[in-house]
Structure formats: structure tokens, C-alpha cells
């Protein structure tokens, strides 16, 4: 239905004087065939009545020469005076029993003894084609022109003793013949119209039916649909692949194909397998014998982690296939962290915003008390604050993103009133390479969050954090303490694992994971001990140098 609509929308043949559509193709070149078919036959059919009509009439003239020159009477008749008197009254009747045009009986002389008019007895048979039967004793048909007209008439020879003594021709007048091969002809071509007219009502219904099962589309339209389709499916970024009912593979894009096995393998040599066999951890035999859909699934497809969606292929109702697209887990990861930072720095800076617009209010409100020297002392106390955080981060921060994150975290603790301190010894004076910084921006940040959250319950006066950090030695090392509640034993073994929280509320639980896989992905490890301040101690610690994979 989806395909329809579509393809009522747009069309690449709009333009006036279009080709002609699929559907009038199809119906003229079937009834081309149809009618160059009909017109064989039916000439065939012309030759074959007028050959069959003409042996049939001959056969039948033959066989009553044949009778008439084996009559006892009609040959005792050559020896009588008057032979035409005898032989006239015996043929009359067989000529008119048989529907014969004529029936003439010569001697050897070719003299009649009858004929259909008595006028013509007597005279010399004319046709000049009596000279087989009277010479050579043969039974024969030919086609002569008589006295009555051109003619199809059989030769017969009559025998008295073993000696030929006259000749019996038997004939229907070609006009009769032909008008009966037209009567036969006229049957054969109404019929071969009827079936073509039903040939022709077949031909459009074919066609529209073919044409309905493509969906009104015209050839040209489903090769640039094919173009678009194959095109789509190998740009795309995600890794597609699709069954049918039977679990073989019908469909493998170039993503997919070098997600799964690099350029070992060519994807046609993948059509037609069994899915089990090329990827036995696919989720689409479960989707054919459930007909459900899977969405978001963590699996992993040779040594690479993805996320796959599956879904059934349905056609008139009918389960039809399956269809599986995937992408690495880690170009997910990698969104998501950039995200999570991206929260992590509007956070900031709206604790920032918020802090400052209060700040803001403290001076608009001491001027309009008119005390000038409290807003002065005011403003010069702040700036001594935001100098003194600056300086210690510079100083003690060389990576400008981390200080700024840091710088962030110290607003946001102020506006939720939790006293944030940083070790007097804690110093990062290492560059930090790229995977490093950003595991260290996502660490920090959830880790903090994670902290702020711990402590919001507590008195206000009760909600510390402490955080220290160090490059001394191989490793980078961050430390952050809370006075919140700590963790619960009932979840601290798997504390790092996606979904595990103490919180109850839905879609918690993710940022302790997050942080645990990127600080392994760099090469560090993220480790839970109990804080000098009462809550959960994590530690963070990652290599200098990077890892390369």
C-alpha cells in the first residue's frame, strides 16, 4: 500500500507525449502475436478446406464413375442400336441422387450416350482430357472446361470383354466447388475471429493484471527504482541484511558484508546461503518462527559489538522474510558520549548563568540601598574567587577542556550549595592524548554528577566532595570523594553494569557504565572504595600514553 501511494505521487513520465505505458505495450504486441497466429491458421485453414473439399468431391465423383462404368446394363447398352436411349434413362436418376452437375457416358469415339441435356447427346465430349481412360485405362480426376462451364470431374474407363469401349465422367462445376469451400471457409474465419476476440479480452486482462501486481509502475520507473533501492542500500551506514521465509539470505549490503567479513568475501557469493551459517548469532531465525520484531539489541557479529534492529517482512499478510540492520556499538558509544559531554558543559554553564544572575541581583539590590561600598566589597570579593579558581585551575590543569569542565562542576556545586575542594597537591601538567582527554571528560562528569546527586540529600552543611588528581608516575589518577549515603551493598558488584542504579527512577543507571567501558577502552579502570568522607570513593586511573589498537 505504502509502494501505491508512492508511486501516485511521482512519476517520471508526466510529460506530454509520454511512450506509450506498459499495459498498451503489452496489450498491442499480444494482439499482434494474436493476429499474425490467427492469420497462419486461417490461411492454412483456407488451403487445407479447399484441398480436403476438392479431394472429397473428387473422391465421391470417382467412386460414382466407378459405379456407373461397372454397370452390367449401361454395358450390354453399347451393343444396342440406340445405346443413348437405354444408357440416358439409367443415369438421369444417379446424377440426381448424388448431386452430381453432370454425368456423361461416351464410347471410345467420345460420342455422348448422356448428359444432363438431352440436346448434347449425340455430340463429341469436350475437355480434351478423355485420352487416359480411353487410351490407358486409368480412373482419375482433373479439371477441364465442358459445355456446362469449368469443371472438377473424374474419368472413367467402361470395359466389355477386357477391351475399353467408352469412358464415364462424373463433374461438378468449379463454381459449386468454390461456393462450397467459401461456405466452409466463412465457418473456419468466424471462428478464428471469436477466438480472437477472446484472445484479445485475455490480453488486456493479463496485462492489467501484471500491470497491477508491479504497482502501476512502468519499467522505466522500476529500473530507477531498482538504481535508487541499490543505491540506498549501499550508502547507507548501517549494515543490512534480509531472509526469506526459508532463513536464506536474499539481501547483503556492502556495510554489512565488510562488517562481518572485511573483503573476504564477495556479497553474491553470500546470496542464497542460510543465515545460521553465515551468522549464527543473528536474532533472524527467532524473527521467523515469532513473527515479533527486536529493536536495540546488543549482540556481537564476529569480534565486532553491535546494535541490531530486526524486524518481520510481511506481503498480503503473509510472513514473507525478515530484515536485520546494524552499526558498531562503539560509533553509538561515541554519540552518546559526546552527548553526555555536550549535557555536561549546559549544565555547567546554566549553574554558571544561574549563579551569576544572582550575584547580579545581590549587586542591583545593594545599589538600591544605595551601599556602594557593600556591592564594591561584593564584587571584589567574587572576583577574588573566580580569580583564585581560575588560577588554581590553570595552574594545576594544563588541558584547557578539563579545566573548563572542572571550572563548570565548581559553578554547579556552588548553586547546589555542596562544597566542592580540590587537593592543594592535585596537579595535571601531562598533555593528554585524545582517547585519554575524552574518557577523562566523560569520567569526570559522571562521576561528579554521580557525586552531587550522593550528597543532595544530606544537611547542607554535611554535603562535601573532595576531589583530587595527580600525573606523578605512569598513570593519570582522579579521585573523588562524597559524604553521601555510599554505596549499597546489594548493588556493588555490579555497580558497572548498564542499567544497575540506586536510584529508582526509569532510564537511571548508564553513566557508571559508560565511564567503566570508556576508561577500559583507553586503557585505565575505574575502582569503588569507601570515602574518608563517608560516602563512595571512586578512583579513576588511565595511562599517559594512548592505546593503540
Known amino acids: 500500500m505504502f509502494l501505491q501511494k508512492t508511486v501516485k505521487k511521482r512519476s517520471w513520465n508526466d510529460e506530454p507525449g509520454r511512450a506509450l505505458s506498459l499495459k498498451t505495450k503489452m496489450v498491442a504486441l499480444i494482439a499482434l502475436l494474436i493476429a499474425a497466429v490467427l492469420l497462419v491458421i486461417g490461411l492454412f485453414s483456407n488451403y487445407f478446406v479447399r484441398t480436403v473439399t476438392e479431394d472429397q468431391l473428387g473422391e465421391q465423383a470417382l467412386s460414382v464413375a466407378e459405379a456407373i462404368a461397372l454397370n452390367p446394363d449401361i454395358i450390354e447398352a453399347f451393343d444396342a442400336p440406340d445405346p443413348a436411349a437405354v444408357i440416358q434413362p439409367l443415369v438421369t436418376p444417379v446424377q440426381q441422387a448424388t448431386e452430381a452437375e453432370f454425368i456423361v457416358v461416351g464410347n471410345r469415339e467420345e460420342i455422348r450416350y448422356s448428359h444432363p441435356n438431352p440436346e448434347q447427346i449425340g455430340g463429341r465430349m469436350v475437355g480434351e482430357d478423355n485420352e487416359r481412360a480411353l487410351n490407358e485405362g486409368q480412373s482419375y480426376v482433373s479439371k477441364a472446361a465442358g459445355t456446362l462451364g469449368d469443371s472438377l470431374r473424374a474419368k472413367v474407363p467402361i470395359y466389355s470383354d477386357g477391351q475399353i469401349i467408352g469412358v464415364v465422367s462424373v463433374g461438378f462445376l468449379s463454381t459449386d466447388v468454390q461456393s462450397l469451400i467459401g461456405d466452409y471457409t466463412q465457418e473456419v474465419w468466424l471462428m478464428l475471429l471469436s477466438i480472437g476476440a477472446v484472445a484479445f479480452l485475455m490480453a488486456i486482462a493479463i496485462a492489467s493484471y501484471i500491470k497491477r501486481k508491479l504497482h502501476g509502475l512502468e519499467p522505466e520507473e522500476i529500473a530507477h527504482l531498482l538504481f535508487q533501492k541499490e543505491t540506498i542500500l549501499q550508502s547507507t551506514h548501517e549494515g543490512i541484511i534480509a531472509v526469506n521465509r526459508l532463513g536464506q539470505i536474499t539481501l547483503l549490503n556492502h556495510q554489512a558484508k565488510q562488517l562481518l567479513f572485511g573483503n573476504e568475501k564477495d556479497e553474491q557469493s553470500?546470496?542464497?546461503q542460510p543465515v545460521t551459517e553465515v551468522l549464527p548469532s543473528s536474532d533472524l531465525p527467532e524473527i521467523l518462527a515469532s513473527g515479533t520484531s527486536h529493536f536495540d539489541q546488543e549482540r556481537l557479529y564476529g569480534e565486532h559489538p553491535v546494535y541490531v534492529n530486526s524486524s518481520p517482512i510481511h506481503f498480503e499478510g503473509a510472513l514473507v522474510g525478515a530484515v536485520s540492520t546494524f552499526r558498531y556499538k562503539t560509533e553509538i558509544d561515541q554519540l552518546a558520549k559526546e552527548l553526555a559531554q555536550v549535557k555536561q558543559y549546559a549544565n555547567a554553564l546554566r549553574a554558571q548563568t544561574h549563579e551569576f544572575s544572582n550575584k547580579l541581583y545581590t549587586i542591583s539590590g545593594l545599589l538600591h540601598l544605595d551601599k556602594r561600598k557593600d556591592a564594591l566589597e561584593f564584587i571584589r570579593t567574587e572576583h577574588h574567587i573566580q580569580l583564585e579558581w581560575s588560577?588554581?585551575?590553570?595552574?594545576?590543569?594544563?588541558?584547557?577542556?578539563?579545566?573548563?569542565?572542572?571550572?563548570?562542576?565548581?559553578?554547579?556545586a556552588r548553586e547546589q550549595q555542596v562544597q566542592l575542594t580540590i587537593g592543594e597537591d592535585s596537579s595535571l601538567q601531562q598533555a593528554v592524548a585524545e582517547p585519554q582527554r575524552q574518557a577523562l571528560l566523560t569520567a569526570i562528569g559522571n562521576l561528579l554528577d554521580n557525586a552531587?546527586?550522593?550528597?543532595?540529600?544530606?544537611?547542607?552543611?554535611?554535603?562535601?566532595?573532595?576531589?583530587?588528581?595527580?600525573?606523578?608516575?605512569?598513570d593519570i589518577i582522579f579521585e573523588i570523594d562524597d559524604s553521601g549515603s555510599g554505596i549499597s551493598p546489594a548493588i556493588a558488584s555490579g555497580i558497572f553494569n548498564e542499567g544497575t542504579s540506586s536510584k529508582s527512577t526509569a532510564g537511571r543507571g548508564f553513566g557508571l557504565s559508560t565511564t567503566n567501558r570508556l576508561a577500559k577502552a583507553a586503557g585505565g579502570e575505574v575502582l569503588i572504595e569507601e570515602s574518608e568522607l563517608g560516602g563512595a570513593c571512586f578512583v579513576l586511573t588511565l595511562p599517559k600514553e594512548g592505546i593503540h589498537p
Open 270 to 272: 553470500l546470496i542464497g
Open 391 to 412: 588560577r588554581q585551575l590553570i595552574g594545576k590543569v594544563k588541558d584547557p577542556l578539563i579545566s573548563g569542565l572542572l571550572l563548570g562542576k565548581i559553578h554547579q
Open 452 to 474: 552531587f546527586e550522593a550528597v543532595k540529600q544530606q544537611p547542607i552543611s554535611e554535603r562535601l566532595i573532595s576531589l583530587t588528581f595527580t600525573d606523578i608516575g605512569d
